[in-house]
Structures are given as structure tokens and as C-alpha cells.
């Protein structure tokens, strides 16, 4: 196909931009958007996971139409959902977030680090999406439920935009 045109959406920690690259090297950035950053505790930093997802929706409309999409996001930040409603338990917990830091100090305790790092090669940290998780699961209303009905989607900010498709192949961005 001749002038081909590809999206490279960067979700990243304080905005949302999407730039858009031609087949003969040319890009353009057509849209950029902040989103807000919440603090309602000391240690935690959470985003609300709708505000990005229309963010991202937002900037894709400003593109034109686009052959391929590619996606960077914030790796070790979660999101918990219903997927019956697609509507998050909670705001997002982002990847700077330290809410877990006396689970990873007590697991540290019990000398459970390198049982961690042979299984999953990484150290105990509350950078990664693990700890996290697990507060969730004890912490947040209803996660348990929806996971006993089995409709409960925990996972990476990825996964939360691909349960909520911001593309289709005959879209017209």
C-alpha cells in the first residue's frame, strides 16, 4: 500500500500524545493532552483510568485516518474493573505509587526476596504490578466479589484499553 500512515499513542505518566508517522519518513504530532495526577494519601499516586481512556480517544480522533497503531504505556500501573460494565473498581494505581512499601518490607522480613527473584526475575519492589495488585484484592470494595462471579479484569493499563477497543479496522481517525 502506498502512504501508509501509523499511530504511535505514548500514555505516559502526566499526558497522552499521539504522533503520527507516513510511510516516507514524515510525522506530524496532532494531538497532546495532560491528565490530572491524584494524591490522596502521602506514598499514593492513582489516575483516573476513564480520563486516560477518553484521552486516548481524544488524541486518536485528531489523527485521520491510520493504517496501524502502536501503544506505549505505563507498564507497572494497574487497573481493576468490572467486565460487565467495563467500569474500574478504583482509580488507577500508577507505577510510582508506594502505598505497598510495608508488604514488600515484611516480605523482605521473611527472607522471601530471592524466591522472588529466581521465580519472577525481578526484586521486591512497589514499582511492579504484583504488590499492587494484592492491595487491591484486599483493600478495594467488590474486587473479591467480581472475582468469585469470575468478571472481575485486574491487569496493566494495556489491558484496560484493549477491553475498551479505542479502534476498530474501519475507523476513521
Known sequence: MLNQRYAAIDQGTTGTRVVVFSEDGKHFSPAAVAHKQLTPNPGW???DAMEILRNIRNCLNHCGVVDAIGLAHQGE?????????????????IWQDQRTESVIQQLRAEGVEEFVRARAGLPLDTYFSASKMGWVMNNVAGARELLRRGSLRLGTMD?????????HSRDRF
Open 77 to 93: 500501573s494497574i487497573v481493576a474493573w468490572d467486565a460487565q460494565t467495563g467500569l474500574p473498581l478504583c482509580n488507577a494505581i
Open 159 to 167: 489491558a484496560f484499553f484493549m477491553f475498551h477497543p479505542v479502534w
Open 45 to 47: 499516586v492513582e489516575h
